[in-house]
């Protein structure tokens, strides 16, 4: 995955909050490794029934953080000025990734998407759902609707999961996030009964939406104009897509169970859905580019 050189990168979608604070305990989500990649947005649902869509972002962006927390944008913004910081940054990357994602969305909803930003954070962050830590992964949090990543997880995934790892791997887990932003805005969370889980359960159906959600952008980011009128992606490989693929098998609950859970694989207890699931919801956005064929409540085959 390459970004384009001369690109200009716009740093307000992101709010840096890394080193700031610890903000108090971390959620305990699962065990084992099951608290990983966004699993803490299923148990944020359940606390709070979901959100309503209702322009909480502008309203709780701030007030979320610990009292010893505070959001610093100067070093981030004079790090991430171009597509070239990108290509040698990841959290450059990741800006150009958000930016990315929500041109995309805001010309799918036209009128309808209401853009949100990403905080990065080190350790543990307090949200408006509460306390999150870097141990439950990248979340979303639907009460301010923020996103929310420790980025020493992209180094996670690859030291403890045993994932190939990559920039668009790391694009694709970010665009997952998203998705639940747009499930959040268009009430798709109001589907899902909380505390549900099992194979074709709302929480599983909510997930693989997301994958699928990631890969209909996928397939439109090298054409997903930025304010100058170009995209910010270059080139995005078959290759880029492959480990995408590799990665979505290492954290869908069967592989999680049985190789950082304690051995089994129990189906009653999925809430992400398996990893050929996650494989498959993913290539069905990007082989179809369209998030209309991403409606997972609608079928009886999850695959």
Avoid at 24 to 29: C, L, T
Avoid at 158 to 183: M, P, S
Avoid at 219 to 245: C, F, M, N, Q, W
Wanted: charged share 20%; glycine share 16%; net charge negative.
């Amino acid at each position: 995955m390459r970004y384009r050189e001369s690109g200009s990168l716009d740093t307000s979608g992101v709010r840096d909050a890394r080193g700031r604070g610890g903000g108090g305990r971390g959620i305990a989500v699962g065990g084992g490794g099951l608290g990983l990649v966004g699993l803490l947005v299923v148990v944020l649902l359940q606390v709070l029934g979901g959100g309503d869509g209702g322009g909480g972002a502008a309203a709780g962006a701030l007030s979320g953080l610990g009292q010893d927390q505070t959001v610093d944008n100067t070093t981030l913004a004079q790090n991430c000025r171009t597509g070239a910081d990108a290509n040698e940054s990841v959290e450059c990357a990741v800006v150009a990734d958000v930016e990315s994602i929500q041109d995309y969305w805001s010309g799918v909803l036209r009128g309808r998407y209401e853009p949100t930003k990403t905080t990065f954070f080190t350790g543990s962050v307090q949200t408006a759902c509460g306390a999150g830590s870097s141990g439950s992964g990248p979340f979303y949090c639907p009460a301010d609707q923020l996103v929310y990543i420790d980025l020493t997880f992209f180094d996670q995934m690859r030291e403890q999961f045993g994932a190939q790892g990559g920039l668009f791997v790391d694009a694709y887990i970010i665009a997952h996030e998203y998705g639940h932003h747009v499930q959040n805005l268009l009430g798709t969370n109001a589907r899902v009964t909380p505390g549900e889980s099992g194979p074709t359960s709302g929480s599983v159906r909510l997930e693989l939406q997301a994958d699928c959600y990631a890969g209909a952008w996928a397939k439109h980011a090298e054409t997903v104009p930025d304010d100058s009128g170009e995209p910010l992606i270059a080139d995005i490989t078959d290759d880029d897509i492959d480990r995408a693929l590799d990665a979505a098998a290492r954290i869908g609950d069967d592989y999680i169970q049985e190789n950082l859970g304690g051995g089994t694989v129990d189906q009653e207890a999925f809430t992400h859905g398996s990893s050929e699931q996650r494989q498959r919801w993913f290539r069905t956005g990007y082989e179809t580019g369209d998030p209309n064929r991403c409606d997972t409540f609608a079928t009886d085959d999850l695959g």
